[in-house]
């Protein structure tokens, strides 16, 4: 939107725009500490727009290699408290990406009762204690506490303090 001239400028995955986004199908939004937008696609991977030029440009981060980000299907994102981005995919799990650039992976291990309960991840969000919480498809929420660098699950179970259902879609934290 540009107020000053009180009209929208259209941003899309095709020629009939200025700058282009990898895909046209946008999953998720994410802004940092500079005000420059995350832009999660569901199909195309994760574009940065950089508002801090008299002319937006958008960086595309498509997947190419296994050093990176490695899937198309961004589902969410959510900035911790070092502004690292934490990007939720549709089966490849979780990739923070660091101030450089830099990709590491989240995904599930059987072997590993610390590693992310599940793969396709629906939701993320930061609470106040800089704490990362995930939801996970039909798999319930998990909690990464990054002082002990593992993950939390909780899971709906017939006991009286349970989560509600293991499917979760989005993730609020009230003022509490």
Same mark, same amino acid.
């Given at each position: 939107?540009?107020?000053?001239?009180?009209?929208?400028?259209?941003?899309?995955?095709?020629?009939?725009?200025?700058?282009?986004?990898?895909?046209?199908?946008?999953?998720?939004?994410?802004?940092?500490?500079?005000?420059?937008?995350?832009?999660?696609?569901?199909?195309?991977?994760?574009?940065?727009?950089?508002?801090?030029?008299?002319?937006?440009?958008?960086?595309?981060?498509?997947?190419?290699?296994?050093?990176?980000?490695?899937?198309?299907?961004?589902?969410?994102?959510?900035? +911790?408290?070092?502004?690292?981005? $934490? &990007?939720? %995919?549709?089966?490849? @799990? =979780?990739?923070?990406?660091?101030?450089?650039? #830099?990709?590491?992976?989240?995904?599930?291990?059987?072997?590993?009762?610390?590693?992310?309960?599940?793969?396709?991840?629906?939701?993320?969000?930061? +609470?106040?204690?800089?704490?990362? $919480? &995930?939801? %996970?498809?039909?798999? @319930? =929420?998990?909690?990464?506490?990054?002082?002990? #660098?593992?993950?939390?699950?909780?899971?709906?179970?017939?006991?009286?303090?349970?989560?509600?259902?293991?499917?979760?879609?989005?993730?609020?934290? +009230?003022?509490?």
């Amino acid at each position: 939107v540009d107020p000053f001239e009180q009209k929208f400028n259209h941003i899309s995955d095709g020629s009939e725009s200025k700058i282009n986004l990898s895909y046209g199908l946008v999953s998720s939004f994410a802004e940092d500490q500079h005000h420059n937008l995350w832009v999660g696609t569901d199909g195309g991977g994760l574009n940065f727009i950089d508002r801090s030029q008299l002319e937006l440009t958008i960086e595309n981060f498509i997947p190419i290699d296994s050093s990176g980000l490695k899937s198309k299907e961004i589902v969410c994102m959510v900035h +911790d408290k070092d502004n690292q981005l $934490w &990007i939720g %995919t549709w089966g490849e @799990g =979780l990739f923070v990406k660091d101030q450089n650039n #830099n990709f590491k992976s989240f995904v599930h291990d059987p072997e590993n009762s610390n590693s992310l309960s599940g793969n396709f991840v629906m939701a993320a969000n930061k +609470d106040h204690h800089g704490n990362i $919480w &995930i939801a %996970t498809h039909r798999v @319930g =929420l998990d909690l990464y506490i990054p002082s002990k #660098n593992q993950f939390f699950h909780f899971n709906h179970s017939s006991a009286t303090k349970s989560i509600s259902s293991d499917k979760i879609s989005t993730i609020v934290e +009230d003022q509490n």
